[in-house]
């Protein structure tokens, strides 16, 4: 079976370039997550979804950070404009519900931003 | 690929012996519990859960044990073989939350 599949694998772009990240969560899955993890940070919670619908996108960092779902088997991250301070992995994450069961995450997108 | 803080604890276990990974949470109110695994390049790995209602669950070559008393939780895992060397992470649900808080992982070197 498919796990969550995200791309690009890496992203090298210039500051103030737009980057759009790209997720397809497991199929059947209802709830999707998207994470960023840092050497400092940690693994961070930006956005979540559930049945398509954002919930809590309290973890997004600035007004620069945005997040769709347009359907159950498509989801979208964009920074515009990107910072180097943006340069992290991004992970995206799907499960059955929000909550008790776990999440399956992808391989993540390497962006660095120069 | 790094993945983890800077001050990621380490544990190094001879292959074939068994691995013991601890975690301590951080709220009574929690009750759902996951390890992760984290290879080189690649996202968390689901290893194995457990819920407030269990004190231990077994799965393949490892178990998982909870201790709500002093809200500890741990990994072990048995004949330690090369390909366990990764980052292990657990993390935990509270109740009426959806979100899942990780903690900061421990990174398990396997020697020779």
């Known amino acids: 079976d498919a796990g969550v599949i995200q791309s690009p694998r890496h992203e090298v772009t210039e500051m103030g370039q737009e980057v759009t990240l790209r997720c397809k969560p497991i199929?059947?899955?209802?709830?999707l997550f998207w994470y960023r993890q840092t050497m400092m940070r940690g693994l961070e919670l930006l956005i979540y979804?559930?049945?398509?619908?954002?919930?809590?996108d309290s973890g997004m960092p600035e007004d620069r950070f945005s997040a769709k779902m347009p359907n159950a088997s498509f989801s979208t991250l964009k920074i515009q404009p990107s910072e180097p301070r943006d340069s992290a992995v991004y992970f995206c994450?799907?499960?059955?519900?929000?909550?008790?069961?776990?999440?399956?995450f992808g391989d993540g997108t390497r962006l660095s931003i120069l | 690929g790094e993945s983890v803080g800077l001050h990621l604890p380490t544990l190094s276990v001879q292959e074939g012996d068994n691995s013991i990974i601890n975690c301590a949470y951080s709220?009574?109110?929690?009750?759902?519990f996951i390890w992760y695994k984290q290879e080189s390049g690649k996202g968390p790995q689901f290893i194995i859960d457990?819920?407030?209602?269990?004190d231990k669950r077994q799965g393949q070559r490892v178990t998982v044990l909870l201790n709500k008393t002093v809200k500890h939780l741990s990994l072990q895992i048995a004949a330690t073989q090369p390909g366990d060397s990764a980052v292990y992470f657990c993390?935990?649900?509270?109740?009426?939350?959806?979100?899942?808080?990780f903690g900061k992982g421990t990174r398990l070197h396997i020697l020779p």
């Open positions: 199929s059947g899955h209802n709830s």
């Open positions: 457990i819920r407030s209602n269990m």
């Open positions: 993390a935990e649900n509270l109740v009426g939350d959806d979100k899942i808080i």
């Open positions: 709220n009574s109110a929690s009750d759902y």
């Open positions: 994450a799907s499960s059955f519900t929000p909550r008790n069961q776990p999440q399956h």
């Open positions: 979804f559930n049945n398509n619908v954002p919930i809590d």
